[in-house]
Nanobody, 127 residues
Framework: QIQLVESGGGSVQAGGSLRLSCAHSAYAEGVYMMAWIRQAPAKEREGVSA?????????ADSVKCSFNISQDNSKLEHTLYLQMNRLNPEDTAMYYC???????????????????WGQGTQVTVSS
């Protein structure tokens, strides 16, 4: 069973930055996708950013100029990151790390393509 553990959330003012981390022990070889997916109150989950086993990345239009996804598979415990800059109140949400260890699809931001999820980390941005 793949375990994903998020950290790094918190409360910041608009314009601030946060770096989310997702620690996991899933293998780094083979085909996979990993994503950050968020859910704001009373809204559906939406894909924010994703990266696949070839290093291809994808971003939602609302964050492509301010967020950056990266991964570090050099250690025994691997980590997925999301650097979030120029945060605004619309970015307030629970942020989940998710993984698909079976396939890579064209729309990597589609939440239904992910089978393993973390518990989430809360991000709150005040104006």
């Amino acid at each position: 069973q793949i375990q994903l553990v998020e950290s790094g959330g918190g409360s910041v003012q608009a314009g601030g930055s946060l770096r989310l981390s997702c620690a996991h022990s899933a293998y780094a070889e083979g085909v996979y996708m990993m994503a950050w997916i968020r859910q704001a109150p009373a809204k559906e989950r939406e894909g924010v950013s994703a990266v696949d086993s070839d290093g291809r990345s994808s971003y939602a239009d609302s964050v492509k100029c301010s967020f950056n996804i990266s991964q570090d598979n050099s250690k025994l415990e691997h980590t997925l990151y999301l650097q979030m800059n120029r945060l605004n109140p619309e970015d307030t949400a629970m942020y989940y790390c998710a993984r698909n260890s079976e396939a890579v699809v064209d729309d990597m931001l589609e939440k239904t393509d992910y089978f393993h999820w973390g518990q989430g980390t809360q991000v709150t941005v005040s104006s």
